[in-house]
């Protein structure tokens, strides 16, 4: 009995240190392949040399994305060591080309009204930073969701790993848009401005639709219309709660004082004012996939 307890122990340090291996290649894969993409920007200036801190938190939230995506492979019921390396490689190597795909989007669609090159790179911009950061982190978000769970077969799990990251993708838009519509002010201008707080609560909006996202597609795959009904519905519920959640943080969060008000009419907008907002709509998107 104690010898079977001792390879059992042993197997599951093994299988843990492999797993771990692993995920690290993967992720310095990942990071090659970000500097290979963004080659025009010397990844060690940025970060030791010139302490650009916008730069920091962008590549640091790539990494954070990248982690969570490789993540969808890893949890869940184990096919043994040799298949779940092959997962692991085959979605990780997946997630990297869908999160730098994300990014591309990001820059092209969703912060379309400026250079995010030179926001964060020439000017140092730390609310664009934030918001490159939470864009990486929600995609991750929604790979991780996109790969988790069983599928019929392998081109199948691909293609809906493929699929839903799409889906997720145009709601992050779309996410953006309507963001955009229920602030009284023009959150882009203000990201241009160097409005760090606008960045913080912006970001908070987008990492909380992503998480009702993986929500909605995590899980095995029962076929297309109950998983887009499911996530349609989640998603609808947290684009209906955006304007409540942001009313609430104004009038409960944020006694005393107009959220709007601290952000962006005065001198120095307050950060504190939007982390809070950030947290009411991550942890308004927490609490509804508790709930829901």
Not at 192 to 220: M, S
Not at 222 to 232: A, P, Q, R, Y
Not at 279 to 285: E, N, Q, R, V, W
Request: aromatic share 8%; hydrophobic share 50%.
């Amino acid at each position: 009995m104690e010898n079977y307890i001792s390879n059992e122990i042993l197997r599951t340090v093994i299988e843990t240190v492999v797993y771990l291996v692993s995920t690290f290649i993967i992720l310095f894969i990942g990071k090659i392949i970000y500097n290979v993409i963004h080659k025009n920007i010397n990844v060690k200036s940025e970060l030791v040399e010139k302490d650009n801190f916008a730069f920091a938190l962008s590549h640091t939230g790539y990494l954070i994305g990248l982690l969570i995506s490789i993540g969808g492979a890893i949890v869940g019921p184990s096919n043994g060591l040799i298949n779940d390396l092959i997962d692991i490689s085959i979605y990780g190597g997946l997630g990297i080309i869908l999160l730098n795909i994300s990014l591309f989007i990001n820059d092209k669609v969703i912060l379309n009204k400026f250079s995010v090159r030179k926001e964060i790179i020439e000017d140092r911009n730390v609310g664009t930073g934030i918001i490159e950061a939470a864009s990486s982190i929600a995609s991750g978000l929604i790979i991780f969701g996109a790969v988790t769970g069983e599928a019929v077969s392998f081109s199948q799990g691909l293609i809906t790993a493929g699929a839903f990251w799409a889906i997720g993708q145009i709601i992050l838009v779309i996410t953006a848009l309507i963001y955009n519509l229920i602030t009284p002010y023009d959150i882009y201008k203000e990201i241009e401005k160097d409005n760090i707080a606008v960045g913080i609560g912006f970001a908070g909006a987008i990492i909380a639709i992503a998480n009702l996202i993986r929500f909605g597609i995590q899980g095995e795959f029962v076929g297309w219309s109950n998983i887009l009904s499911e996530v349609g519905i989640d998603v609808l519920i947290g684009l209906i709660l955006l304007p409540i959640i942001r009313f609430v943080a104004d009038k409960v969060l944020l006694p005393g004082a107009k959220l709007t008000d601290e952000i962006v009419n005065q001198e120095k907008p307050n950060n504190g004012a939007a982390l809070l907002e950030a947290f009411a709509y991550i942890g308004g998107s927490i609490l509804l996939t508790w709930c829901i």
